[in-house]
């Protein structure tokens, strides 16, 4: 076992007595450990890399028009409470000689949504990242996400979603493009 590990899981156990329970008791005896594996996992982004994780599988290709991938799920963190927030991605992008994997787009979300992160900057992060690995001639990314920070405590709003959007590239700079997309994720009622 890692020393990181079972120092984490000694932070959980510090917490659970912290709340004033038995940390020792039968049902939380291995609970630090199991929550210390858990929150590794939710946030193992910090442990991938782009290039890694793209793998070479950029393919040449002579498309050149808009390609859209829709509703990639999404569990991130939020770095101001660290609770969940869950939710949507939308990605686009105009290529430019090269096409990227399809399953990549949705590793690229992971890896940046596995961090502790606020809704606005992961948007940026994924969107930056695919331009870099595609040298796309734009790249268009939305999310759409509701924050357990807003639903289970503080404002306890159960409805709220919040949208961000990063147009990059065409997107930013062409109306009709950034319109194409926006009406194909059926973002333009
Ligand atoms: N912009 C943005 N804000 C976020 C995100 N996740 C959480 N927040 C907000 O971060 C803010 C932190 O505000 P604070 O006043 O320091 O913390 P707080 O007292 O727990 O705030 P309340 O949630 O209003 O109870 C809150 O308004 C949260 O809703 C995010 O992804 N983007
Ligand atoms: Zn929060």
Do not use: W
């Amino acid at each position: 076992m890692s020393k990181l590990l079972d120092d984490l899981a000694g932070h959980y156990r510090a917490i659970i007595e912290g709340l004033g329970e038995d940390s020792h008791r039968e049902g939380l005896r291995d609970t630090p450990m199991r929550a210390a594996k858990a929150m590794q996992f939710l946030t193992r982004g910090y442990q991938q890399d782009l290039d890694e994780l793209v793998n070479n599988a950029v393919f040449e290709s002579s498309m050149d028009e808009m390609v859209v991938v829709q509703d990639i799920e999404l569990y991130s963190m939020c770095e101001h409470h660290m609770l969940p927030f869950i939710g949507k991605c939308h990605i686009a992008y105009m290529p430019q000689g090269k096409v990227l994997g399809l399953s990549k787009f949705a590793r690229i979300v992971d890896m940046y949504a596995r961090r502790l992160q606020i809704q606005e900057n992961l948007t940026r992060e994924i969107a930056e990242a695919i331009e870099r690995v595609t040298k796309a001639k734009g790249v268009a990314v939305v999310i759409e996400a509701q924050h357990m920070c807003m639903m289970m405590r503080g404002v306890e709003k159960q409805n709220s979603r919040m949208k961000t959007s990063v147009m990059l590239g065409q997107f930013r700079t062409s109306q009709a493009t950034r319109t194409e997309f926006l009406n194909l994720i059926g973002h333009n009622r």
